[in-house]
């Protein structure tokens, strides 16, 4: 009973995860609210999570706020880049939706033309998935990290599939906050709970091609 609640115990490990993980979303929330900044929040979000599942210990304050500083440019880039394609496709879809007249102007293509483009839209959101735990991790360019994040979202499929199922679901609990009050843990637990789940899968796969990742100082 002594070893369930000391300080090696289950109960204290569990204790602990959750406040790494409440604390993690809160600095993401603060500093993603100019929503600009949300890729170098991001970053620095995978860049704490990736280490925790890796066992390696540190400060969740100072590591988050370093990654931070150090990633904003290319973070930034990657961001904005996938805004800008992710708004353009979502205009694109909702005109073929709900504009008759564009919807006409398109004739027996737009069934076709709504399948590419959900499609688009999905690989986006995919490879925005990886872009920015790739970023944390790895010295790279913007246009290095794309390219890298767009490889390894179809060449480990079934991860890829898993890890937009959970970003999803993530995103409807969220947005079920306005119905359901009660579902405020959402809120509190969303980002920092994803990305600590998350970051088992991106290290599984990071190890494949970096062996030694979790001895070498990333």
């Known amino acids: 009973m002594n070893k369930f ?12 995860a959750l406040w790494d993980v409440l604390a993690l979303n809160f600095l993401w929330l603060i500093c993603s609210l100019p929503i600009l900044t949300m890729g170098a929040s991001t970053t620095a979000l995978y860049y704490v999570t990736t280490r925790r599942v890796s066992a390696r210990e540190g400060y969740i304050w100072r590591d988050f706020f370093r990654a931070f500083k150090e990633n904003f440019k290319e973070a930034s880039k990657i961001w904005l880049s996938l805004l800008a394609a992710g708004f353009v496709v979502f205009i694109n879809m909702y005109n073929m939706l709900y504009n008759k007249g564009f919807a006409a102007k398109l004739g027996g293509a737009a069934p076709l033309l709504l399948t590419a483009q959900i499609v688009f839209f ?6 925005g998935l990886y872009a920015f735990p790739i970023l944390s991790r790895f010295h790279m360019g913007a246009l290095s990290v794309i390219k890298t994040a ?7 499929l079934p991860t890829s599939v898993l890890l937009t199922a959970m970003f999803l679901a993530v995103l409807a609990a969220a947005f079920a906050v306005v119905w359901v009050p009660l579902n405020a843990s959402a809120l509190l637990f969303g980002a920092g709970g994803y990305a600590y789940a998350a970051s088992f899968l991106f290290m599984r796969v990071f190890r494949i091609y970096r062996p030694g ?6």
């Not at 999905?122 to 490879?127: A, G, H």
């Not at 767009?150 to 480990?156: D, F, K, T, V």
């Not at 990742?213 to 990333?218: G, L, T, V």
């Open 5 to 16: 609640f000391g300080i090696d115990g289950p109960l204290y490990r569990l204790g602990s």
């Open 150 to 156: 767009l490889l390894l979202q179809h060449r480990h």
């Open 213 to 218: 990742m979790d001895s070498d100082e990333q």
């Open 122 to 127: 999905v690989e986006i959101i995919t490879l």
